[in-house]
């Protein structure tokens, strides 16, 4: 359930955007607030068109990933998790637009921190063991070493609270089935982080650096693992953006872009090893 709209969100300017080359319409915030782009579009092609379990879109915002899967996926259902009321109400306008109607009801939307306990996610419609599948892309900026933005509401989405990335993990394994499969995309510098929060609760780790050209170094990691798994962790070869001069995408990565491709087409050796 959503609370009401406040007078900010009243006030609240959007904008309507194609994503993954119009296959969806977003409703975003015009200015001020975060806008989903390249790693929004990476997640949603990490999750293979044939999936048709439950996947959760974990720090959703205005739901780029979600929607996108639930496009994309004719038998998958997207439970959109933010706790950024303003951001959810741009999700809720956007399953409203005639464009989205053919997945709209496919589409949960929840309200929660993912700081809070087990039992308040449980109590707002996140069970546990009930998802197939968390796609997650968590504030890239380290409050520990990063200063935030002036901006309070672009800081809470750039950056991590106090806690870290522990609280987006234990989240993870709360909602994952077991087997189920947890993707997140951070910023290169929460790679080891990352690892780290896995603990014991994931194993057969996945991680692809994606650089922004051949020669330059890494700015975000693609990280997959597998919940209750014991397998170890595979170094997979980079995914790379650009060309070694220009600001085009290449071709594959172009592709899924626009949602015409998916992650495993384009970069051969991300298959799942499930």
């Not at 997640?43 to 959760?56: N, W």
């Not at 449980?122 to 892309?137: M, P, Q, Y």
Request: aromatic residues 4%; glycine residues 8%; negative net charge.
């Amino acid at each position: 359930m959503l609370p009401d709209s406040t007078e900010q969100d009243v006030l609240l300017r959007t904008t309507v955007d194609g994503f993954a080359g119009g296959r969806i319409e977003m409703v975003q915030p015009a200015d001020g607030r975060h806008r989903s782009g390249l790693e929004a579009a990476l997640l949603a092609a990490s999750i293979a068109p044939e999936f048709d379990g439950t996947v959760v879109d974990l720090g959703a915002g205005s739901g780029a990933v979600g929607l996108t899967i639930a496009a994309r996926c004719p038998e998958a259902n997207a439970i959109l998790v933010d706790r950024d009321g303003s951001a959810l109400r741009c999700a809720l306008a956007a399953l409203a637009r005639p464009h989205n109607a053919d997945f709209a009801d496919r589409v949960q939307i929840v309200e929660i921190d993912v700081n809070c306990p087990e039992t308040d996610r449980i109590a707002a419609g996140l069970e546990r063991c009930s998802a197939d599948a968390v796609v997650a892309n968590p504030p890239f900026r380290d409050l520990r070493t990063n200063c935030a933005s002036p901006n309070a509401d672009r800081s809470a989405a750039h950056v991590l609270d106090a806690p870290g990335l522990e609280p987006w993990i234990r989240c993870s394994a709360s909602v994952l089935k077991g087997g189920g499969q947890l993707i997140i995309i951070v910023a290169a510098d929460l790679f080891v982080s990352v690892v780290n929060c896995l603990g014991r609760r994931f194993g057969r780790v996945d991680a692809m650096p994606v650089h922004p050209r051949a020669d330059a170094p890494a700015g975000r990691v693609l990280v997959r693992a597998i919940k209750n798994s014991r397998a170890g962790m595979t170094l997979f070869p980079p995914l790379v953006l650009h060309d070694r001069t220009g600001s085009a995408y290449l071709p594959g990565v172009e592709a899924m872009l626009r949602g015409r491709a998916d992650l495993a087409e384009v970069h051969a050796a991300w298959v799942s090893r499930c």
